[in-house]
């Protein structure tokens, strides 16, 4: 019995997680989203199986799912609205091209905040969770809280568009930058993965440009990092969602100072 919301993302996580890592190197059939852009039948048999431990746990509740948009709950509109967000397949590109770099991500906003997510990286077997106030990495059904770290100066960086603060901030400027690349070292996963991470320990930092507020592919992972104390801000240092939009989200308060005076 999935009591909690918490444990409820962690289940929807694993189930989507078990479609990708099943299906994973397998013939996939593609559907075109836009330029550049595509779903494979992976991200849609995930988003499935996602849905249906959603709606088995939580009938009443609206689900906005990537590939099969939004849907309504049975809910008679009595109590505040609760909204699963749903990222059956973070890093698509990756997974087509056979790279095991790919998350997915399962989150729950209520009462104006992410009160519960989960982040699963399929081919590590691992979960990153949060109930809304604390965050753990859960591999092999045991729970580690998650600490971040930002010794390794790992920062990851999102080079895929759209760019909307442009032409003032390209994440790509910072690659040139003798200050960025002095003191911290680029990496690109081009997964949310990246975002879970920086909660996790194993990058100092991530930054990315973007509108997320509504973002399926960003709120769990803004959601671990939050819960886990890092420093979590729009690019201009204003509260995350507000200000310039996009996101840096660092380890600790030095890194989170010294990112943000290179951006500026």
């Not at 499935?48 to 990537?66: F, H, N, S, W």
């Not at 910072?174 to 996790?200: H, M, Q, Y």
């Not at 507020?213 to 671990?224: M, P, Q």
């Amino acid at each position: 019995m999935l009591n909690t919301d918490g444990e409820l993302a962690v289940a929807a996580a694993e189930a989507g997680a078990a479609v990708v890592l099943d299906r994973y190197g397998t013939d996939l059939a593609r559907f075109d989203k836009a330029p550049g852009d595509f779903a494979t039948e992976a991200d849609v048999e995930a988003e499935k199986a996602i849905l249906e431990i959603l709606r088995e746990a939580r009938p009443g509740d609206v689900v906005v799912g990537e590939e099969g948009g939004r849907s309504e709950g049975s809910s008679d509109g009595v109590g505040p609205q609760r909204e699963w967000l749903v990222d059956p397949l973070c890093g698509t590109l990756n997974y087509a091209a056979r790279t095991m770099l790919v998350s997915v991500n399962v989150a729950l906003r209520g009462g104006g905040r992410t009160v519960a997510a989960a982040s699963a990286d399929p081919f590590a077997g691992e979960v990153f969770w949060t109930d809304g106030d604390r965050a753990w990495g859960r591999t092999g059904g045991r729970d580690e809280p998650l600490a971040p770290d930002a010794s390794s100066n790992l920062v990851d960086l999102n080079l895929d568009p759209p760019f909307p603060n442009a032409p003032a901030f390209r994440a790509a400027r910072l690659l040139l930058d003798d200050g960025f690349t002095g003191r911290f070292r680029p990496r690109v996963i081009s997964s949310t993965l990246a975002v879970a991470w920086v909660a996790a320990g194993r990058r100092a930092a991530y930054i990315t440009d973007g509108h997320l507020g509504d973002s399926v592919h960003f709120a769990a992972g803004i959601a671990l990092c939050q819960a886990a104390g890092c420093v979590v801000t729009a690019l201009d240092g204003s509260p995350v969602h507000s200000g310039t939009q996009g996101l840096i989200a660092a380890a600790d308060s030095d890194t989170h100072a010294a990112l943000l005076k290179l951006i500026a």
